[in-house]
């Protein structure tokens, strides 16, 4: 059933939100002792908040858009009074103050938090295998990861546990889980959702947003968690769009740019699936055009130098003094590394280190500045390719889910599960990955739909034709 479907009937006091949450929680008794894709379930909150809301609607008020439906959310975004820890032993146990915008929204919308779901380390990796809490599965099959950083949050709505989620991209991390778990994510617009009560990886590209079962529960969602923050600094001054009421409107006459560098390194199985969905949208009226932007290829570069960079400075406030993990020494340098040692894992630390050496004296020029002007270049590649395709299509990654495992002795292997994803965050766009089949294994293939800021709507609508045109 869909979020919409749940909440339309709760609203209409036709379904209880408790019956609702009950049956979330049994999928997750059920399913989760494998596929790790919790790492804390809110059984008690998620059935007060249920029961909240079917007094709501008993009384004759309106919960909401989101009335009863049971949400994930990553454990990098704050909820006051339970753990938030990214996943890393340095915040283990550390319960946030306060509610990120983001929480606060999906109350008022009468959503269900029914628990925190899985992440690399801080949202470092495309796997979930660097997790404090070991590695999430991916739902079609066990032996594979979900993809990451969102694994939990993807896993959790692919199986059916949730029909719901959060989670963050900072470049990829929402698209790539997605379309390994055979479900829809979407990275929208910086500044499009708030980031306050978002443990900040690299403040310039991290975005949260929505991963769904199918493209009109992502719309309702972001619709939801969208729309100004004055808590947020980077929050655009603009209200949340209206996205579902536009979703059924088609791609007659929109011009889609098939992008040859965001589908050359994919596999066949997938180059297959993007060029089937052009096809799709070819029929429903869409312009197809090939085009390139070689400027994209140095994106994953850039990426590297500007994230750890960024990275490293918002870390720093890990120190043993403020949050968490303390580990004693003789003084307080001593104790600052010593916490620092024992609480991130290996690849923060590798972050860390990147992104000081990219920023340290000597080599800043050379480095993190070089690697702006990249992402000035490629910011206005993508201008210029707007100005002749309202969007592009391509891949969301190269190959399908792989083995647990197989990735996570070689970080550069690692990173280019992101090379298809990372361009967009570094253009501050919106992007969707949207379920495109299956390939060999029954593994889920995802595509990518790029558009330039604030085209939420369009690239909602066009990924809903794709969705349709495969049912
Ligand atoms: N996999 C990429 C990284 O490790 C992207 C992560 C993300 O989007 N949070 O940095």
Same mark, same amino acid.
């Given at each position: ?21 009950? $049956? ?19 059984? $008690? ?24 439906? @049971? ?36 109350? *008022? ?12 380390? !801080? $949202?470092?990796? =495309? ?35 949730? @029909? ?27 500044? *499009? ?7 900040? !990886? ?8 929505? !991963? ?147 920023? =340290? ?71 969707? =990955? ?38």
């Amino acid at each position: 059933m869909t979020a919409r479907t749940i909440a339309e009937q709760v609203r209409a006091g036709e379904r209880r939100a408790t019956e609702v949450v009950e $049956a979330a929680l049994v999928e997750i008794a059920t399913h989760d002792s494998d596929l790790h894709a919790f790492t804390e379930v809110h059984t $008690a909150s998620a059935r007060e908040a249920a029961e909240a809301i079917d007094a709501a609607v008993a009384a004759g008020n309106d919960p909401g858009p989101l009335a009863g439906v @049971p949400i994930g959310v990553k454990d990098n975004i704050c909820q006051r009074g339970r753990v938030t820890s990214c996943a890393s032993k340095i915040l283990e146990g550390w319960q946030p103050p306060y509610d990120a915008t983001v929480v606060g929204r999906l109350a *008022a919308a009468g959503a269900v938090i029914v628990g925190s779901t899985n992440m690399d380390e !801080f $949202a470092m990796g =495309s796997s979930t295998e660097n997790s404090v809490y070991g590695p999430t599965r991916n739902p079609a099959d066990h032996s594979r990861v979900p993809g990451g950083s969102s694994g939990g949050s993807a896993a959790a709505v692919g199986a059916g546990m949730v @029909p719901l989620s959060l989670g963050s991209d900072t470049g990829g991390s929402i698209r790539q889980p997605a379309a390994f778990c055979g479900v829809v994510g979407v990275k929208p617009t910086y500044g *499009a959702v708030s980031r306050y009560g978002l443990v900040a !990886f690299a403040s310039s590209l991290d975005q949260i947003g929505p !991963f769904a079962a199918n493209v009109g529960d992502a719309a309702l969602l972001l619709e939801v968690i969208s729309g100004h923050d004055p808590l947020d600094s980077t929050s655009l001054d603009a209200p949340a769009p209206s996205l579902v009421a536009h979703l059924d409107e088609g791609v007659a006459g929109l011009r889609v740019g098939l992008c040859k560098d965001l589908i050359e390194g994919a596999s066949t199985e997938i180059t297959a699936a993007v060029a089937a969905s052009a096809e799709l949208l070819a029929a429903q009226g869409a312009e197809i055009v090939e085009m390139s932007i070689p400027e994209l290829h140095y994106g994953l570069s850039a990426y590297y130098l500007i994230a750890p960079a960024e990275a490293s400075s918002n870390l720093a406030r890990y120190d043993g003094v403020r949050y968490g993990l303390r580990v004693d020494a003789a003084n307080v340098a001593e104790m600052n590394a010593a916490s620092r040692t024992a609480g991130f894992g290996d690849e923060v630390k590798r972050r860390i280190m990147l992104g000081t050496y990219a920023l =340290s004296a000597g080599y800043y020029d050379a480095y993190y500045a070089q690697a702006q002007r990249t992402r000035t270049l490629i910011i206005r590649a993508f201008a210029e390719a707007y100005a002749s395709v309202d969007l592009i299509l391509g891949a969301t990654t190269p190959t399908t889910a792989f083995e647990i495992g197989a990735k996570v002795s070689d970080p550069m292997e690692m990173y280019l599960s992101d090379v298809f994803t990372i361009p967009t965050n570094l253009a501050g766009h919106p992007a969707i =990955s949207v379920p495109a089949g299956t390939g060999a294994g029954g593994l889920p293939i995802g595509v990518q739909l790029l558009g330039p800021a604030l085209s939420e709507e369009r690239l909602l609508r066009a990924a809903a034709v794709i969705e349709k045109g495969r049912a």
